[in-house]
């Protein structure tokens, strides 16, 4: 022990020497071994890390795809609640089913309303996933029918901030969407699902009134004991073709998609590119340590007088060997110290952006695995740039060291022909990366460069959330549409403000649902019926984004309530379905209704990337208003929550919303709603809006989202 904290003084002492070098190699190595260790952290989170399920191994998500598209789980992830009940019924091979349905609700608090995020689910949920509670109780089977009774339970967390003052919730009532709401218990702090959730309902829904089109849950099964997941596939492509042969109208053309929540979410290509990102950083961290092997090799060459030195007065060569690597482990323990802080600092940011969005079980985390993995990292790495210089310190003849010193000599000669072996390996090195990282952000700037089909500078937006329940179109009531049209004008109004619209969902968002569509008059097609994003937006929607019209017209006051329905379809939808005719005054039929195109409007990204299966930008626009009276639609989860990804074929209708006394009930129409979006264009010297306030206070809540803001006020 005494000679090795001799030997760690002496390393000490050396490296106070050359300060200069053992700075830059403890920065360079910082620097790559923080990037390692935050890509791994995402690696661990999403791949390595045990889920807190019991057997999550046996546990199976269903989604309902298009045929032809390929089994991406993000966008296959919803099903409908009918179809759910399908396979429960007929399949063998799944057990313990479950469905998972997210939404947004308002509580009503003493002086305002919050919004809040919640799932509505079947009873057995919370059985499958084996969920506990630390206070009351989950719910039982006979509480998750229609017209059961209002109850909820509460997340650890919401119980934390929301409750903190009470150290019992059970047997509260809570005001949801203008319905109370007792609290039946409080769930573990460990329970969590695919997305953050502060308040759980029961799904009291009779899924064979459902329409089989509407994909509104999230299905998830448990394998059967000694079940494989060949078998459920067949199983589950089985069902579908008999489910398609029975009612081929709603699922013509489509197929269920099983996955194993363990090993498949995140899926296959998902983790390839996770493994190639982890490569990509692990080769800038080799270039790293091949940096710094030929500064120590180059410091090498001003040593060899005194390692010869020491061996001429008897120092065993593998002491000496050690005392160079107890150097370099002394600098990669320093630089692997200093990343580790740094990559604390980069996990701690993500988890803070991924916070609202995602589940911790998802969230990076500076955990056991990851700190294994820095310990290693530096020990590979101090060993890699710290054995070579050592043993280069013994090719020549020590005799020549001493009589030449450190310049001159045929060992100065050899170590120059190594350090320069070192530079071409180090350039060959950079030039792999540089060309790879090239190709990365020429595709990354053609992502950004690309025309979106609108003017983004001095646009802002923001998410519009009502409490829905207050407004059900009642006689004393005013309607929703007229909030919107009021905040539209008030902020229309404000000073530097161009123009101000309203749309549902913004371009160039993250998750786009689609819905099928036919056009009057034209046989229809084989397979699964065409598909497009469809928009509800209000008459300024295009001049607000300087998207041009290429014929027809775009909406008017007189396209709102009680008008003959009327749409927009962008040219892609008018190319691939009327080729070279004019689509103006020809008919479009969408979710039930037979609409006359009125227009034809240049294509506008919807999509923040490409849609599965390439191509498939088709959109639809329709006014925003109230819908005569009509069946209840039923959108896709994501559509919910107003996030829809894909280029679209624009047609654009009014502000939508179904006839209320067509809906089932309630819960049926709260699990659709829209989250609408205004839109504005602002002065280009006035960079954001200056009173914000004012449209909080008309709308209720309010938040910024996909700003983009040009110059500040001066």
Not at 43 to 52: A, D, G, M, Y
Not at 482 to 511: D, I, M, N, W, Y
């Amino acid at each position: 022990m005494a000679s090795l904290a001799q030997d760690l003084r002496f390393a000490l002492q050396t490296h106070r020497k050359g300060r200069l070098v053992a700075l830059f190699a403890i920065i360079s190595l910082a620097l790559g071994i923080a990037g390692n260790v935050v890509v791994f952290s995402l690696v661990n989170t999403l791949i390595f890390k045990p889920l807190p399920y019991p057997e999550p191994d046996r546990i199976v998500l269903l989604g309902q795809r298009e045929r032809g598209f390929p089994a991406l789980a993000i966008f296959s992830i919803a099903s409908s609640f009918s179809i759910w009940e399908d396979y429960r019924t007929q399949s063998r091979t799944l057990i313990d089913w479950a469905a998972f349905s997210p939404t947004t609700l308002s509580r009503s608090l003493e002086t305002h309303s919050v919004s809040v995020r919640a799932a509505r689910v079947t009873p057995s949920f919370f059985r499958l996933l084996g969920a506990g509670t630390v206070r009351g109780r989950i719910f039982a089977d006979e509480e998750g029918v229609e017209g059961g009774p209002k109850l909820t339970l509460l997340s650890w967390s919401y119980w934390q901030t929301a409750f903190a003052a009470d150290n019992d919730p059970t047997g509260r009532v809570i005001t949801l969407d203008g319905e109370p709401h007792e609290v039946v218990g409080v769930l573990a702090e460990n329970f969590e699902f695919m997305m953050p959730v502060d308040l759980w309902m029961p799904l009291q829904q009779d899924p064979r009134s459902l329409s089989r089109g509407s994909r509104t849950v999230v299905s998830i099964a448990r394998m059967a004991a000694g079940t494989t997941m060949e078998q459920v596939d067949a199983e589950v492509a089985a069902i579908a073709e008999r489910i398609e042969a029975e009612y081929p109208e709603a699922f013509r053309g489509w197929t269920m998609d099983p996955m194993n929540f363990r090993t498949e979410i995140p899926d296959p290509s998902s983790r390839l590119y996770m493994a190639i990102i982890q490569g990509a950083v692990l080769f800038v961290l080799l270039i790293a340590c091949v940096n710094i092997t030929n500064l120590l090799v180059a410091r090498g060459r001003d040593r060899a007088a005194e390692i010869a030195i020491r061996t001429a007065l008897g120092a065993q060569r593998l002491s000496i060997v050690l005392q160079l690597v107890r150097e370099s482990m002394i600098m990669a323990a320093l630089g692997g110290v200093a990343g580790l802080g740094l990559a604390a600092i980069g996990i701690a940011t993500i988890a803070r952006r991924l916070g609202p969005w995602t589940p911790r079980m998802w969230q990076p985390s500076l955990d056991v695995n990851v700190v294994v993995f820095t310990t290693g990292v530096t020990v590979v790495c101090g060993l890699m740039f710290g054995l070579f210089p050592a043993l280069q310190s013994f090719r020549a003849s020590q005799f020549e060291a001493l009589k030449h010193g450190a310049a001159g000599s045929a060992t100065s000669q050899r170590r120059g022909r190594a350090a320069a072996a070192l530079v071409v390996a180090e350039i060959a090195l950079s030039l792999v990366a540089l060309g790879g990282g090239s190709v990365l952000a020429q595709s990354f700037l053609e992502l950004l460069n690309r025309d979106p089909g609108f003017e983004s500078d001095d646009l802002l937006t923001v998410a519009v959330e009502a409490p829905y329940w207050k407004y059900t179109g009642a006689a004393d009531e005013p309607p929703l549409y007229a909030l919107f049209e009021e905040v539209q004008r008030r902020v229309a109004a404000l000073p530097g403000v161009v123009s101000a619209a309203f749309v549902h969902p913004l371009p160039k968002t993250l998750f786009v649902s689609r819905s099928a569509f036919r056009i009057e008059g034209q046989p229809p097609p084989e397979g699964a019926a065409p598909q497009a994003v469809s928009l509800t937006a209000s008459p300024d929607y295009l001049e607000t984004l300087r998207t041009p019209l290429l014929r027809g017209r775009f909406f008017e006051a007189t396209d709102e309530a009680g008008a003959a329905p009327v749409a927009v379809v962008n040219r892609e939808l008018a190319e691939r379905r009327f080729g070279t005719r004019n689509p103006v005054g020809e008919r479009i039929v969408f979710r039930g209704r037979s609409r006359r195109i009125i227009g034809v409007a240049a294509n506008v990204q919807q999509s923040l990337t490409p849609l599965p299966g390439g191509g498939g930008g088709r959109s639809r626009v329709h006014p925003i208003g109230p819908e005569p009276a009509g069946r209840c639609e039923a959108g896709g989860a994501n559509e919910r929550r107003g996030h829809h990804t894909g280029r679209a074929d624009s047609h654009r209708d009014r502000k939508h919303r179904p006839g209320r006394d067509h809906c089932r009930n309630r819960d049926d129409e709260r699990l659709h709603r829209p989250l609408y979006r205004g839109c504005g264009r602002l002065h280009p010297h006035l960079g954001r809006l200056r009173n914000p306030g004012l449209v909080a206070g008309v709308a209720g809540h309010v938040r910024r989202g996909g700003v983009h803001r040009g110059p500040k006020n001066t």
